[in-house]
Each structure stands twice: as structure tokens, then as C-alpha cells.
């Protein structure tokens, strides 16, 4: 018998499942109460980074994902997902700064990325800086377009059988002993011997409504976009300071920033980060930082002008990881969110993951019992078997 799963969101990770879970001959209905890719999707910058991740299960998950991309581009065709194999260059503003840069790469180097040092970084960017005393080049890392993403990896689910189906989840179906189906707002049932929690930043309340709750937190962020220029940048370029900030635990503001092009010809400057709850307010102080430090890199940018500021909430869990895997709680109910500020490059190997977990087995290079350590029972109150 065929499994029947339900997908709650239709950002890039639930997409993502959805593509994975089809392609292995599942059941799938994917629910959102909005467009597709609206969510955090529509607000990220379309980073796919190895080069910002510590050797783990978040590095571990990344370097699958960077595969399984080549591998969605490759049959969804890669301009469907604007994707730009264009690498990230890693720079350092100091001579301290480039030899913590080094010893970090040293330790990804071991865990299997490729890494280039470089001394004369304006051989691989131009524009920068003339007094930046050298980098890191990650070959590997990657951009795409999310939101076409989003609805690239939807599109070719729904050839193999998904349905799409407009809706808020407000609730669950239970019977003997598990979740059989959600509710919507609508008064929908739609059936499921399992329910996927892909809601993102939303992830925390939907668990609530499945009877699962997981702590799924909002960190804002904003991006700058500049107005479109002849191609000056060719990498994603950011300071090496970027990594402590995305790591960091600090609520407040933090700036380190990542300068990338876009197909479009607009640069793409970000980003912020803030634990200010869902407060959709401007923050000018970010901005005016985010800019700086752009400026600090690539002097020619204090001659452009902006064209626009947006922002979105991160998904995060308290230990900076994404929960992939089933809730100990309730059987039938698996978690797929939290993966902050890297959601977009994390999504292939999520859907894959997920769709192992479904079938009890591994599937496209995911092996559940190889990413133990990002199962939801690690989240303080949910002891379970995988601990
Ligand atoms: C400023 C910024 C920059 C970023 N840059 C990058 C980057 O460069 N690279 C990267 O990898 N990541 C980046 N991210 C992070 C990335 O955007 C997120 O991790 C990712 O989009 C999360 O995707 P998701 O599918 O989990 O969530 P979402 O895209 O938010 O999707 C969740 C969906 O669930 C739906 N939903 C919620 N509740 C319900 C309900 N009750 N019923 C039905 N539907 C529901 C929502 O409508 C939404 O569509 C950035 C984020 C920000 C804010």
C-alpha cells in the first residue's frame, strides 16, 4: 500500500520533501495557507554554502545537499533554478583574521570540502579591497533563485502524482495511537499516515497544532539589494567574521555580510541578525552596518545607489540546528524545520532525509542513521529512542 503523506508548507524545504517523497513513489499532498516559496523563502539571498559550516552534522547535511542540487539542476534544468555553481570567496580584514580563516578551513578541508587558499584575492575579485591580505576559495559553494526554486521542485513532484492544496492547518487527526490526517481552516481533512512539519519559522506553532510541539524561534534579517550593474562581482564574497555571527547566540544586532550577483544584474548585500521576535519594523542601524561593511569590501559600491531593503524571520532552533527526523511523540508526525539562515541550501538533503525516514530506509545519499544528530528528541523535554 502506497504511504499518503502530507507536507504542511510549501516553502523550500517542504517542496523539497515533497520533489524527494514523490520521486520515491509516495502519496504526497502538500499544504500551505499561502503562495508557494512566500514564507522565509521569498526573503533569503539563494546561498548554498559549505564554506560557513563547522565540521558536523550541519556540515554533513550541506555537502549532500551541494550534490543533490547538481542533481535537481540537472534534471529540472539548472536556469529554472538560476543555478550558479559561481563559488564563495572567504576574506580576512586582518593578518589574525587569515590565519583563524586558515585553521577553520584546515579542520573543513579534513571533512571533505574542497578548499583553495589564496593570497592575491584581487586575482579572483577585482573590486575588492586593495589592503584585504588574502581569503579562502570554496569551489563548492553555490546560489540559486529560491522562490523559482521552490516552485521548480513543486512543479516536478506534481508530475509524479503531488496535489497542492490551499489551506491553514489548524489540527490534527488522530486514531489508534497516531496522527491519521490535519485539519484546515476550511474544515479540510486530508488524510495522512504521515504529516510533515515544513513550516519554517511557523514550525513551533504547527508542531503545537499536530500535538508535537519543537521550539522554532524567528531570527530577522535584512538584505539590501543594489541597483543592476555590469557584472562587478563573481563570487559570493564575505568576511571571514560572517561565520562567528551566524553561529553566534548573541540577541543582539550583528552585521557580518555576504556581497553576491544576481542574474539580474542587482547585487544582493546581506545579512542582519537579530532576536527581535516577528517585529517587521526597519531597523536603519542594520542597514547602515550591512552597507559599511559592503563598502569596506568592495569600495566602488559607495557610488551605488540602492534600490530597495527587505527582511524575513530565520527559522532557528536553540542549538542552531535544523530538526529533520520523527517526533518521538506523536508516530506519524516527522519535523523538517529550523534551518535558520541556511533553509535554501539545506533543502535537497533535507527532502531526502525526510523521505528515508518515511520509508524506513536510506534514499539518495541520505542515511537517517548517519544524521542522528538532528533528530528532534535532542531538543530539551523530548527524550526519546535516538538519543
Ligand atoms: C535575510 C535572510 C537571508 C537568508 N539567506 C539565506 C541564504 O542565502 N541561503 C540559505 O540557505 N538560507 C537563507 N536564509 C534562510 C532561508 O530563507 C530559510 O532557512 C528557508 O527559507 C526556510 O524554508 P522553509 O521552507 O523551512 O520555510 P518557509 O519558506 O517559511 O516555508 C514555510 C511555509 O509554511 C507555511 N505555513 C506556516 N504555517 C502554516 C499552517 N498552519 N498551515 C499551512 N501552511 C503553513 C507558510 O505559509 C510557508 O509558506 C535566509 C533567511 C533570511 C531571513
Not at 517523497?21 to 503562495?35: F, I, K, N, Q
Not at 509524479?160 to 484546515?184: D, K, N, P, Q
Not at 548573541?250 to 546581506?270: K, Y
Not at 559592503?294 to 536553540?318: D, I, N
Request: with cysteine; proline share 7%; charged share 20%.
Amino acid at each position: 500500500m502506497t504511504l499518503k503523506v502530507v507536507v504542511v508548507g510549501a516553502g523550500i524545504v517542504g517542496t523539497a520533501c515533497a520533489f524527494h517523497a514523490a520521486a520515491a513513489g509516495l502519496d504526497v499532498t502538500v499544504v500551505d495557507r499561502g503562495p508557494v516559496g512566500a514564507g522565509t523563502t521569498s526573503r533569503g539571498e539563494g546561498n548554498v554554502l559549505v564554506s560557513d559550516k563547522e565540521p558536523g552534522p550541519e556540515l554533513a547535511l550541506a555537502r549532500l545537499s551541494r550534490t543533490l542540487w547538481e542533481e535537481a539542476g540537472r534534471e529540472l534544468g539548472p536556469d529554472r533554478l538560476e543555478l550558479e555553481p559561481k563559488g564563495g570567496l572567504v576574506v580576512a580584514s586582518s593578518a589574525e583574521g587569515l590565519a583563524a580563516l586558515g585553521e577553520f578551513a584546515a579542520r573543513q578541508e579534513a571533512a571533505g570540502v574542497r578548499v583553495e587558499r589564496v593570497d592575491r584575492v584581487r586575482d579572483l575579485e577585482p573590486h575588492l579591497a586593495p589592503d584585504i591580505p588574502g581569503g579562502v576559495h570554496y569551489p563548492q559553494d553555490a546560489q540559486v533563485q529560491p522562490v523559482l526554486a521552490a516552485a521548480a521542485l513543486l512543479r516536478a513532484a506534481v508530475r509524479r502524482g503531488a496535489r497542492l492544496h490551499a489551506g491553514e492547518v489548524v489540527g490534527a487527526e488522530t486514531g489508534g495511537g497516531r496522527i491519521t490526517g490535519v485539519r484546515t481552516a476550511a474544515g479540510d481533512v486530508l488524510p495522512a499516515d504521515a504529516v510533515v512539519n515544513a513550516a519554517g519559522t511557523w514550525g513551533g506553532e504547527v508542531g503545537r497544532r499536530l500535538g508535537a510541539p519543537v521550539e522554532v524561534l524567528p531570527r530577522r534579517g535584512f538584505v539590501l539589494v543594489t541597483e543592476p550593474l555590469p557584472p562587478m562581482v563573481r563570487h559570493k564574497v564575505y568576511s571571514a567574521d560572517y561565520v562567528a555571527g551566524v553561529a553566534s547566540s548573541d540577541a543582539g544586532l550583528e552585521t557580518s555580510c555576504v556581497v553576491e550577483g544576481t542574474r539580474g544584474g542587482t547585487l544582493l548585500i546581506g545579512a542582519s541578525r537579530e532576536r527581535v521576535g516577528f517585529d517587521t519594523r526597519m531597523n536603519i542601524a542594520a542597514v547602515t552596518r550591512l552597507a559599511a561593511r559592503a563598502c569596506r569590501l568592495f569600495p566602488f559600491l559607495r557610488a551605488v545607489h540602492l534600490l530597495r531593503v527587505y527582511r524575513g524571520f530565520r527559522p532557528y532552533c536553540p542549538d542552531h540546528l535544523p530538526v529533520i527526523g520523527p517526533d518521538p511523540r506523536v508516530p506519524g508526525v516527522v519535523h523538517a524545520c529550523g534551518h535558520e539562515g541556511a533553509g535554501i541550501g539545506l533543502a535537497p538533503a533535507t527532502g531526502a532525509l525526510v523521505t528515508a525516514h518515511l520509508l524506513g530506509r536510506p534514499w539518495r545519499g541520505a542515511d537517517p542513521a548517519a544524521h542522528t544528530g538532528l533528530l528532534p528528541d535532542r531538543l530539551s523535554g523530548l527524550g526519546g529512542a535516538h538519543r
